[in-house]
């Protein structure tokens, strides 16, 4: 978990300056957040179990009911935002242990702007979110995924965006809640899974009811899934742009919404 030790020096009392510039204010956050992301990483790794499982098993099964239809390069892609949605969506748990241990209040009197507080915190998610996914691509090569380099690179650049929009939501859920973990979890979890399902990334909509296949296409998440499957094959077209948008819109939105519920804070 993170500590308060960088950032625990009080302002002077009554100052109304900082003493460093908005952009440098967001670096010291983000540093200050990847610091327990460095010193263990084993935890980034941990993260893939799951993702890893539904690869190694769920891809077989799918490929023999589905006569094939469905491969690895419409699976991985799918599973890459998975890895972002759950682990962005659970980032507001270390906020509310900073918040049980009390080091949340001392960043509060740090001479850091507090909107730079949470935007370092989610620009922070990009790091360890773009290194899952890039072990989650090698280690799907073996089995014969084969991702469009440059499309790879744009893909890996719209899930970025989208995790730090989602992660930002996942903090202002937290400022919301406060010390209650369990109504962070209930809500977190009844967010996440609708999501999930309504996105098409481990099972089409196509075939699926017309309730469905709206709600699916009025979820910002399934057409970043579809984002992911086009760039990833090198394809740049509509999907792409969508997908691109949606992570934006939902970036914007979470950074909006956290920045706020930081200031009432």
């Known amino acids: 978990m993170t500590t308060a030790t960088d950032l625990s020096t009080p302002a002077s009392r009554g100052a ?29 790794v941990f993260g893939l179990v799951q993702p890893l499982v539904f690869v190694a098993l769920f891809v077989p099964l799918l490929d023999g009911m589905s006569g094939g239809a469905l491969d690895l390069q419409w699976f991985v892609p799918g599973v890459l935002v998975m890895v972002a949605l759950f682990s962005t969506a659970a980032t507001g748990s270390n906020l509310q242990f900073e918040m049980h241990t009390g080091a949340h209040e001392r960043t509060l009197v740090a001479p850091v702007r507090r909107w730079a507080l949470v935007v370092g915190r989610a620009l922070k998610e990009m790091v360890p979110l773009t290194v899952q996914a890039c072990v989650l691509v090698a280690v799907s090569l073996p089995f014969g995924f084969v991702p469009h380099l440059l499309g790879a690179v744009a893909g890996l650049g719209v899930l970025a965006v989208f995790g730090v929009g989602f992660g930002a939501l996942s903090y202002a859920l937290a400022l919301a809640v406060r010390e209650q973990d369990w109504l962070f979890w209930t809500i977190q979890q009844a967010v996440v899974f609708p999501l999930m399902i309504l996105s098409g990334m481990l099972l089409p909509l196509d075939e699926g009811p017309g309730w469905m296949q709206a709600l699916g296409a009025a979820n910002p998440l399934s057409h970043v899934v579809d984002a992911q499957r086009a760039l990833f094959s090198g394809v740049f077209d509509g999907d792409a742009v969508r997908g691109l948008l949606a992570a934006s819109a939902v970036a914007v939105v979470g950074l909006a919404v956290a920045v706020r519920a930081m200031r009432r804070g």
């Open 16 to 44: 109304d300056r900082y003493p460093n510039g908005p952009l440098a204010d967001v670096w010291l956050v983000c540093l200050r957040e990847l610091r327990p992301v460095l010193r263990d990483p084993a935890s980034i």
